[in-house]
């Protein structure tokens, strides 16, 4: 069973929460294959300041969660 992009943004969220990222942030998400890529952006700056967070479509298991610098 394939996550819905709200799962899959709420998953992100989370862990952007428990690495002290701001609520506040935006939110892309891009699905290939098994994966699905949240990109969180603060909307303040042109580039940076957000999370990029790799999840299991199937399992929601996050994978990876890496800052944009």
Not at 13 to 26: E, F, I, K, S, T
Request: glycine share 8%.
């Amino acid at each position: 069973m394939r996550l819905a992009d709200e799962e899959l943004i709420a998953i992100a969220r989370r862990v952007a929460a428990a690495r002290g990222y701001p609520a506040n942030l935006d939110t892309a998400v891009t699905a290939e294959a098994s994966q699905a890529h949240v990109l969180l952006s603060h909307p303040a700056y042109a580039r940076g300041g957000g999370l990029l967070v790799v999840i299991d479509l199937n399992s929601g298991v996050v994978l990876d969660a890496v800052p944009q610098l």
